[in-house]
């Protein structure tokens, strides 16, 4: 079984700022995805960001990318020139490469943005 | 309009009571799934279907029961056997079955049991 670690609860960083949020994982499967979901105050689960194990390049998203560590396990999302809509629940989750089960989350940071 | 509707919002029942989530999806997706969330919690998975009439087990589907009669939709029943079913429960749906496809999610139904 797949598990999935975030040891943030809660991060609160100034408008502008950069913030790296941690996610670790643990599996036995060499072929896997790994996702960022952002959770805002209306509660719809908005997908970030996506990488695949497979491919070495980390992904990038406009403001947001990834810092894949495949041998450490760790999949860390960072955050630049953040925002006030960047406020929400963030979530790290993650997917075996095969079938169409569902995906196994971690149980989120809040992220808090100050003006 | 595309997407995944689930209703209601806000659903509130009587211990000992069953009651059933809906979810319809428009979006001639294939998988679906049903996760449950608690405060601290994340997302937990009740359940998944890949295809009409097949549907299997997620990591906490005690307490729980679903059909897929057609592709579009998923509803999920909450028995009296479920101990703790205040939740959020969120549906989700995903084109194919690899997740190199992405999974949509609903705006969720908040169940609270008194």
């Known amino acids: 079984a797949q598990t999935v670690t975030q040891s943030q609860p809660e991060m609160s960083v100034q408008e502008a700022e950069t913030v790296t949020l941690s996610c670790t994982y643990d599996t036995s499967e060499n072929n896997y995805y790994l996702f960022w979901y952002k959770q805002p105050p209306s509660r719809q689960m908005i997908l970030v960001i996506r990488?695949?194990?497979?491919?070495?390049q980390n992904a990038t998203e406009n403001r947001f990318s990834v810092n894949f560590q495949k041998a450490a396990k760790s999949f860390s999302l960072k955050i630049s020139d953040s925002q006030l809509g960047d406020t929400a629940m963030y979530f790290c989750?993650?997917?075996?490469?095969?079938?169409?089960?569902?995906?196994?989350f971690g149980k989120g940071t809040h992220l808090i943005i100050q003006p | 309009d595309g997407g995944i509707t689930q209703s209601p919002k806000y659903l509130f029942r009587k211990e000992g009571q069953n009651v059933t989530l809906s979810c319809e999806q428009n979006l001639n997706h294939d998988a679906m799934y049903w996760y449950r969330q608690d405060p601290g919690q994340g997302l937990r998975l009740i359940y998944y279907s890949q295809i009409v009439n097949d549907f299997q087990k997620g990591d906490i589907a005690e307490g729980y029961s679903v059909s897929r009669e057609k592709k579009e939709s998923f509803p999920l029943t909450v028995t009296s056997a479920q101990k703790n079913p205040t939740a959020f429960y969120l549906c989700?749906?995903?084109?194919?079955?690899?997740?190199?496809?992405?999974?949509?999610f609903g705006p969720g139904t908040r169940l609270t049991v008194t």
């Open positions: 989700a749906s995903r084109l194919g079955l690899s997740p190199t496809y992405e999974q949509y």
């Open positions: 990488q695949e194990a497979y491919k070495q």
């Open positions: 989750a993650f997917s075996t490469g095969g079938g169409a089960d569902g995906l196994t």
